[in-house]
C-alpha cells in the first residue's frame, strides 16, 4: 500500500494523476454522452421519417417484398399507411384535405398529440383512431365550420370527428402544408371507395426494429425497388445533418480531439518530470546488474499500478455525472452505451497514458547508467523526435477510435498535424534568432533568452504544450459561444409561435389590430402566389428537365409559394449570383436548384391562377430550414408578383394563455389557416436546452484539460530553473537580478506560444467555423485570449519560481549536484 | 611537491575571514540535528587552508556558511572584519561577487551558456567592461583557447572543471572556496586540476579554502583543519610564524 501511495507524495505524480483522472472523467463523460445523443439521435430520426426503415411508393408492395418483409418480422415493428388527397364536404363548403388511413400499429415511434378543444390542452395518443372515428386538423372545423361529434363523410363512408390533430410524430419536418391533415382507420378504407383505378395514393410502409435487422432487410430489399418505390432509414436521412444536432455532434467529436490532446500533452510533460527524478533509481539499477526489461518493467509497472486507480476514479466520476444527467434530464430508459463503448471507456486513459509515458519512460533504459548515476549527458533523458511525433499521432489516433470517424474534422485535423509538426520549424528560427540578437541585451535578458532557444528539447514541447493550450482554450471559447449565440438566435425567446395563412389583403388592418390588441409579436408579412414552374429557358420542364435530373421531382408537380421581398431573411444566404439586381429577377433556394440544375441567368415562368409570372435567376441562396421562420424557394423582385392573385402569410409570438383570443380572431377571419407550432417550438427549445448544456460542459473540460497543460509545463524545467538561480547567486547575482531573469524568461516563452497560439486560432478558425457554423468567422475578444493567458501564466510562472529563489542556494547546489 | 608560502602574523590578527562560534541545527525526522557545533576559524589573506573529515562531518556546510550561502543558527561569520552572515541575501551576493569566488565537484557550469559565456558570467556581475576578453585570455590560460565556444554537454569533466577555474580566478576574487574540486575526476585528470588549482593560487595570491578528502590535495595547504562530528580541530600548521 505504501508503494502506491508513496509516488503521491511528488508534485508531478499528482499533476499527471490529476491529467489521467481528468482524460478519465472527459473521454468517459464524452463517450457516454455520444453514445446517448447518438441513440436519441436514431430515435428522433426513427420518429420523423415514421420509423427505421420506410418504403414509400404509389403502388402497394410487391409479393416478394412482403415475403421478405415477413421472413424477419419477428423481429420487427411495421405499420403501414396510404396517403391521399381527397375533398370534404360539409354544409355545402369544400376543402380539399391530405388524409391518412392508418392501422392499429401507427405510430412505431412518437405519440400522437390530440385536443378535444380547438384551443384546448393536448393529450397524448400513443395510436390512431378506431375504426369509425375521423380525427381532422383544426382548419378542418374552421374551414367547414364543424364541431367535434359531428359526422362527415370521407368518399362514400360518413365519420364521427372525434379529436383534434395537434400533431402526428412524423410530420414534424415542414411544418405546415398547404392542405389541413385528417387521419381514420384504415379498416374504413375500402368503405370510403376513394381507392380506385386513377386516384393517386401514397404507401407508405413503417419498420421498426433493431438495427442489425434493419440493415439486412434493407439490403436485400433495395436491389427489388420499383422506379416509383424510394427506401429512407435512419443511417441515410438527412435529418442527420440538420442543424444543432450536427453541429453538437461536430463539437463533440472536437472536443474528443482536443481533450485528447491536452490530457495527453499534461501526461507527457508530467512523465518527463517523473522520468527526471526516476533516473537515478533506474541507474542504479543498471548498475547493479538488472536487465532493461527488468527495469522498465519495475518502473513502468509502479508508475501504472500507482496511475490506475486515479484513471479508474476519473472514469468512474465520469460515468456517475452522465448516470446523474441522465435522470436529472429524464432521458428514459437505461444509459445506451454498448458493451465496446464500456471497454473503451476503460482503457482510453490507460492508452493515453500508454503512448505518451511508455517512449517517455523508455529512455530511463536507453542513457547509459553511469551518465544517469553522473548527472552526464542529462540531455539524453530528453524526448527524441520520434517521441514527439508519437506523442502528436496518439491523441489523433484515439480520437480517431473514439468518434469512429475523423472526416467530419479531417481538415481541422489536418491543419492541427501541420501544425504541430511545423511550429518546431515555426518558432525554432525565432528563438536562435532572438538568441543571436540577445548579444547585445543586457545580461539578464541575454540570460534569459538563452535559458529558452539553448535547450530545444526542453523549450520547444513546453513551447508547443502552452501554444496548444491556449490556441485551444481561444478556439473553444469562441466556437462554444458562437454555437450557443447561433443557437439562440435560431431560437430567440420570442420566436414566432404561431403562423397564419390565406390573409386577404382586406384582412390585413383587422388583423393587424387584433396583434396589438394581444400584445403579440408580429413578424413580416409575405405576399403568396400560388403557381407551378412549367418552364425553363422557353422549354416545358418535362424537356428541359431531364428524367435523371428529377423531372419527376414533387416540386413540379405541386403549386409552389411564390413570394416577393425587399430584403432577404437573415438566415438565408447568397451562394452565387446577385440578390436583387434588377426587376424581373427572381432568388432561387440552392436545394431545388441543384436538383432541378438551375443556374443564375435561367429564365422561369409559373402558371398562376392569372395566368403567368416570369423572372430571370439573378441568385442561388442557402436556406436554414430548422428557423422557426418562412422560407420560401423563389423569393422575386418587388413587384414582380403584381396583378397576381395574393394571399398573405406571417407569423406572430403570443404569450400563454387562454384559446378565447385565438377564437376571437377565428371568428373574426373564419377563412384563414391558423397553425399552432408551440409543441414543435418547445421540442426544438429542447434539444437547444440540452445541446447548449452538453457544449457548456465540454468547454468546461476542455478549459480544465488545457489548465493542466499549462500546470505541467509550468512544472517543467522547475528544477533546473532553480539549479541555475541558485549559480547565479552563488556567483553574486543579487535577487533583483534573478527575477528579472525569471520574468524575462516566462515573458519571452509566454510571448512566443500566444504569438503562435494567436497564428493558429487565425487559421484554425475558418475551417471550424465554415465545419461547425456554416458561418465565417467574427471578431471576437477570445482571439486575445493567448495574449491574456499568456500573461497570467507568465506571473504564475514567477510565482511558483518564488519558492525556489528562497531556497539557500547550498542546498541547491547541493540537491542538483 | 611545491612547498607552501609561508604566511604573516599581521595577517593572522587581522583575517580575511573569520568564524566565531557559528553553528547550524536542522529540522530531522526525530526533532533538530545538529550540524555544526561552535566552530572558530580563521583565514588570513593569501593563506591556503584544508578542511577535511569523514563524509557527513559537516564540511560542505561549513564551507556554505563561510561562503554566506547559508546563514548559521549561531554565532557569526566576518568578511574583511565586516559581519558577513548578518547581511541580507542580496548584500551577501553582492560581497561575494566583489571577493570571492568558487569550485565545486560537480563543476557547476550554465549548461546553456558556452565555455567563454559561462567565464563572462561572474565578469558581468561584477561590471567587468571588457568580459569577453578577460573571459577569453583566462581560458587560454588554462589551456581551452580551442574550447571558447563548446558547451558544457560538449566538454570532459577535466575540461568542465578548467572552466570553472577560469571563472574563479577570472574576477581575481581575494577569496576561492573549492569545494572537493577533483572529487568527480579520475586520478590523472585530478592531479593536474590539484596542479593548476594552487599554481593559479599562487599566482594570483588569493585566499583558498578547500574542502577535500584527498589529503595530497590537503597537505599542499599551509594549515589543515579536520572536522569531525560537527567540531573544528586543526591537525598541523605548515607555516612558521614570526
Not at chain 1, 425567446?493 to 400584445?519: C, I, K, M, S
Not at chain 2, 561572474?122 to 585570455?137: H, R, V, Y
Amino acid at each position: 500500500m505504501n508503494k502506491l501511495l508513496r509516488p503521491w507524495r511528488d508534485r508531478a505524480f499528482q499533476i499527471l494523476a490529476l491529467a489521467l483522472a481528468i482524460a478519465g472523467f472527459s473521454l468517459t463523460s464524452v463517450i457516454l454522452l455520444q453514445a446517448e445523443l447518438e441513440k436519441r439521435f436514431a430515435v428522433r430520426t426513427a420518429e420523423m421519417l415514421g420509423g427505421e426503415l420506410v418504403i414509400t411508393g404509389t403502388q402497394p408492395l410487391e409479393d416478394t417484398q412482403r415475403a421478405l418483409l415477413a421472413a424477419t418480422t419477428k423481429d420487427l415493428r411495421t405499420s403501414a399507411l396510404i396517403d391521399f388527397s381527397t375533398v370534404l364536404v360539409h354544409k355545402e363548403e369544400l376543402l380539399l384535405v391530405s388524409a391518412r388511413a392508418v392501422d392499429d400499429s401507427y405510430p412505431l415511434y412518437g405519440d400522437i398529440q390530440l385536443a378535444n378543444d380547438r384551443f384546448g390542452p393536448s393529450i397524448t395518443r400513443p395510436n390512431g383512431p378506431p375504426p369509425g372515428e375521423l380525427w381532422v386538423a383544426d382548419q378542418v372545423l374552421d374551414r367547414l365550420d364543424l364541431a367535434l361529434g359531428e359526422t362527415i363523410k370521407v368518399g362514400k363512408k360518413a365519420l364521427t370527428v372525434s379529436a383534434i390533430i395537434r400533431q402526428l410524430p412524423d410530420e414534424s419536418a415542414g411544418f405546415y402544408s398547404m392542405s389541413p391533415r385528417v387521419v381514420f382507420n384504415t379498416q374504413e378504407l375500402e368503405a370510403t371507395g376513394v381507392v380506385g383505378p386513377g386516384t393517386r395514393l401514397k404507401y407508405r410502409q413503417l419498420i421498426g426494429g433493431d438495427l442489425n435487422s434493419i440493415t439486412q432487410l434493407s439490403t436485400a430489399l433495395r436491389p427489388g425497388l420499383r422506379p416509383d418505390q424510394r427506401l429512407d432509414d435512419v443511417e441515410h436521412a438527412a435529418v442527420r445533418s440538420m442543424g444543432p444536432l450536427r453541429q453538437l455532434t461536430l463539437w463533440v467529436n472536437l472536443a474528443v480531439l482536443l481533450i485528447s490532446i491536452l490530457c495527453g500533452a499534461t501526461v507527457y510533460l508530467a512523465t518527463s518530470q517523473r522520468v527526471e527524478q526516476r533516473a537515478r533509481l533506474a541507474g542504479l539499477l543498471r548498475g547493479f546488474g538488472a536487465p532493461r526489461r527488468q527495469i522498465l518493467q519495475r518502473i513502468l509497472g509502479g508508475e501504472f499500478m500507482a496511475v490506475l486507480p486515479a484513471a479508474l476514479a476519473g472514469s468512474l466520476f465520469g460515468a456517475t455525472f452522465i448516470a446523474l444527467l441522465h435522470n436529472l434530464l429524464d432521458w428514459q430508459g437505461p444509459l445506451a452505451a454498448t458493451g465496446s463503448r464500456w471497454l473503451m471507456i476503460i482503457l482510453a486513459p490507460l492508452v493515453l497514458w500508454l503512448a505518451f509515458a511508455l517512449p517517455r519512460l523508455s529512455a530511463l533504459v536507453r542513457v547509459p547508467a553511469i551518465d544517469i548515476l553522473n548527472r552526464r549527458n542529462a540531455s539524453k533523458l530528453l524526448a527524441t523526435h520520434v517521441e514527439l511525433t508519437a506523442a502528436l499521432a496518439a491523441p489523433v489516433l484515439l480520437a480517431g477510435l473514439l468518434t469512429r470517424s475523423l472526416t467530419d474534422l479531417g481538415s481541422l485535423l489536418g491543419l492541427l498535424v501541420a501544425l504541430g509538426a511545423g511550429l518546431p520549424a515555426l518558432l525554432w528560427p525565432l528563438l536562435k534568432t532572438l538568441d543571436l540578437a540577445s548579444n547585445k541585451l543586457p545580461l539578464a535578458a541575454r540570460l534569459a533568452v538563452r535559458r529558452l532557444s539553448r535547450r530545444p528539447t526542453l523549450t520547444l514541447p513546453l513551447l508547443a504544450a502552452l501554444t496548444l493550450a491556449m490556441a485551444i482554450i481561444a478556439l473553444a471559447g469562441q466556437t462554444g459561444t458562437q454555437l450557443l449565440d447561433d443557437w439562440r438566435t435560431r431560437l430567440p425567446e420570442q420566436a414566432p409561435n404561431h403562423f397564419v395563412l390565406n390573409l386577404f389583403e382586406r384582412d390585413l388592418d383587422g388583423f393587424n389590430n387584433w396583434l396589438t390588441e394581444q400584445d403579440a409579436v408580429p413578424q413580416p408579412l409575405y405576399p403568396i402566389v400560388r403557381g407551378r414552374l412549367t418552364e425553363i429557358n422557353g422549354e416545358p420542364v418535362s424537356r428541359a428537365i431531364t428524367k435523371e435530373r428529377g423531372n419527376n421531382d414533387e416540386s413540379l408537380n405541386r403549386d409552389l409559394a411564390l413570394t416577393e421581398a425587399d430584403d432577404m431573411l437573415a438566415s438565408n444566404k447568397i451562394l452565387t449570383g446577385e440578390w436583387h439586381p434588377a426587376p424581373g429577377t427572381v432568388s432561387v433556394e440552392q436545394e431545388l436548384a441543384e436538383r432541378l440544375g438551375l443556374e443564375v441567368g435561367d429564365k422561369l415562368i409559373f402558371t398562376t391562377s392569372r395566368g403567368s409570372v416570369s423572372a430571370e435567376i439573378a441568385s442561388i441562396r442557402s436556406v436554414d430550414w430548422d428557423t422557426f421562420e418562412p422560407n420560401f424557394y423563389f423569393m422575386f423582385y418587388p413587384g414582380g408578383l403584381s396583378d397576381q392573385d395574393v394571399t398573405w402569410l406571417t407569423g406572430f409570438w403570443l404569450a400563454e394563455g387562454d384559446g378565447k383570443r385565438l377564437a376571437r380572431l377565428m371568428q373574426s377571419l373564419p377563412h384563414i389557416t391558423l397553425l399552432d407550432v408551440n409543441t414543435l417550438l418547445d421540442k426544438a427549445n429542447e434539444i437547444i436546452a440540452q445541446a447548449s448544456g452538453a457544449t457548456a460542459l465540454l468547454a468546461v473540460l476542455l478549459v480544465l484539460a488545457a489548465v493542466l497543460v499549462l500546470t505541467a509545463a509550468l512544472l517543467g524545467g522547475q528544477t533546473q530553473r532553480g539549479l541555475d538561480n541558485a549559480l547565479l547567486r552563488t556567483l553574486g547575482g543579487n535577487r533583483s537580478l534573478l527575477h528579472r531573469v525569471v520574468w524575462l524568461e516566462f515573458l519571452s516563452l509566454c510571448a512566443s506560444a500566444a504569438f503562435a497560439a494567436t497564428l493558429i486560432v487565425f487559421i484554425a478558425l475558418y475551417p471550424l467555423t465554415s465545419r461547425l457554423l456554416n458561418d465565417l468567422p467574427s471578431l471576437s475578444w477570445w482571439q486575445i485570449a493567448p495574449l491574456v493567458i499568456g500573461l497570467v501564466v507568465a506571473m504564475l510562472g514567477v510565482l511558483a519560481s518564488r519558492g525556489a529563489l528562497k531556497k539557500p542556494a547550498l542546498s541547491l547546489l547541493r540537491d542538483g549536484g | 611537491m611545491n612547498k607552501p608560502p609561508e604566511i604573516k602574523l599581521a595577517d593572522i590578527e587581522n583575517p580575511l575571514l573569520e568564524a566565531r562560534g557559528i553553528g547550524k541545527t536542522v529540522a530531522g525526522p526525530d526533532g533538530e540535528l545538529t550540524l555544526l557545533e561552535a566552530v572558530d576559524f580563521t583565514l588570513a589573506a593569501g593563506e591556503s587552508v584544508a578542511i577535511t573529515g569523514p563524509s557527513g562531518s559537516g564540511k560542505s556546510t561549513l564551507l556554505g556558511l563561510l561562503a554566506g550561502l547559508d546563514t548559521p543558527t549561531s554565532g557569526e561569520v566576518l568578511l574583511e572584519n565586516t559581519a558577513f552572515s548578518q547581511l541580507d541575501e542580496d548584500a551577501r551576493a553582492l560581497r561575494r561577487g566583489q571577493l570571492c569566488a568558487f569550485v565545486f565537484q560537480h563543476f557547476h557550469l550554465v549548461n546553456d551558456l558556452n565555455a567563454l559565456e559561462n567565464v563572462m558570467l561572474p565578469l558581468e556581475l561584477k561590471g567587468e567592461k571588457d568580459a569577453k576578453g578577460c573571459a577569453q585570455q583566462w581560458l587560454e590560460r588554462v589551456g581551452l583557447e580551442h574550447r571558447l565556444k563548446h558547451f558544457p554537454s560538449t566538454l570532459s569533466g577535466g575540461e568542465q572543471q578548467r572552466v570553472a577555474l577560469a571563472r574563479a580566478f577570472a574576477v581575481q576574487p581575494r577569496l576561492l572556496f573549492a569545494d572537493e574540486p577533483t572529487g568527480s575526476l579520475d586520478h590523472a585528470n585530478g592531479r593536474r586540476i590539484g596542479e593548476l588549482l594552487f599554481e593559479l593560487n599562487r599566482e594570483t595570491g588569493t585566499a583558498l579554502v578547500l574542502v577535500t578528502h584527498d589529503d595530497h590535495l590537503a597537505r599542499r595547504c599551509q594549515r589543515q583543519l579536520q572536522l569531525e562530528a560537527g567540531r573544528l580541530s586543526e591537525i598541523t600548521v605548515t607555516a612558521s610564524v614570526q
